[in-house]
T-cell receptor, first 114, second 112 residues
Framework: NAGVMQNPRHLVRRRGQEARLRCSPM?????VYWYRQLPEEGLKFMVY????????ESGMPKERFSAEFPKEGPSILRIQQVVRGDSAAYFC????????????FGNGTRLTVT | GNSVTQMEGPVTLSEEAFLTINCTYT??????LFWYVQYPGEGLQLLLK?????DKGSNKGFEATYRKETTSFHLEKGSVQVSDSAVYFC???????????FGTGTSLTVIP
């Protein structure tokens, strides 16, 4: 499967715990975007990364949220000290890096904070 | 700045009805335009795209034409099926490529 892989598909955390969401982009893609989607709502951009660099984190909350895309391995979205309001679907998308090419999305991680 | 505006949903149609979902955009350069579809519990899948004015994207019976004069990219299908029930997102990327803008999504339900 050469698509965008996200894991886990479902993640349950208690308030105050940490959540780590992983995303492996399509083969050959070195650009990753993270989005958040609340039920019955659209996509909210969070962060855009290239290998080892954060390009745009304008959509990411300043506290508790961080993202990385190391030279080796998947991109990680990390949420510290989760609260109920963090419950949402988090989608990763990868991009080939060429103009006119689309984003390719994974199936998301559904985070539930209890 | 760049933005995408989609018609409000939800939209409910009977099977075999004609579908139009309106999408208009604002862009400073020469964007590429996309339609994505999201089925329940899944991620967004690229449905079709167009990269320049007057291009028509098509896939699975869906079509959309890039209209620069009206800054529109309306999605159409001549005869919808129950299996087309999903949420549809219009999107653009600016001509530098790395910034993407999504509409709010339009929910479509097709009833038998």
């Amino acid at each position: 499967n050469a698509g965008v892989m996200q894991n886990p598909r479902h993640l349950v955390r208690r308030r105050g715990q940490e959540a780590r969401l992983r995303c492996s982009p399509m083969k050959g893609h070195s650009h990753v975007y993270w989005y958040r989607q609340l039920p019955e709502e659209g996509l909210k951009f969070m962060v855009y990364l290239q290998k080892e660099n954060i390009i745009d984190e304008s959509g990411m909350p300043k506290e508790r949220f961080s993202a990385e895309f190391p030279k080796e391995g998947p991109s990680i979205l990390r949420i510290q000290q989760v609260v109920r309001g963090d419950s949402a679907a988090y989608f990763c998308a990868s991009w080939a890096g060429t103009a006119n090419s689309p984003l390719h999305f994974g199936n998301g991680t559904r985070l539930t904070v209890t | 700045g760049n933005s995408v505006t989609q018609m409000e949903g939800p939209v409910t149609l009977s099977e075999e009805a004609f579908l139009t979902i309106n999408c208009t955009y604002t862009a400073t350069g020469y964007p590429s335009l996309f339609w994505y579809v999201q089925y329940p519990g899944e991620g967004l899948q690229l449905l079709l795209k167009a990269t320049k004015a007057d291009d028509k994207g098509s896939n699975k019976g869906f079509e959309a034409t890039y209209r620069k004069e009206t800054t529109s990219f309306h999605l159409e299908k001549g005869s919808v099926q129950v299996s087309d029930s999903a949420v549809y997102f219009c999107a653009l990327s600016e001509d530098t490529g790395n910034q993407f803008y999504f509409g709010t999504g339009t929910s479509l339900t097709v009833i038998p």
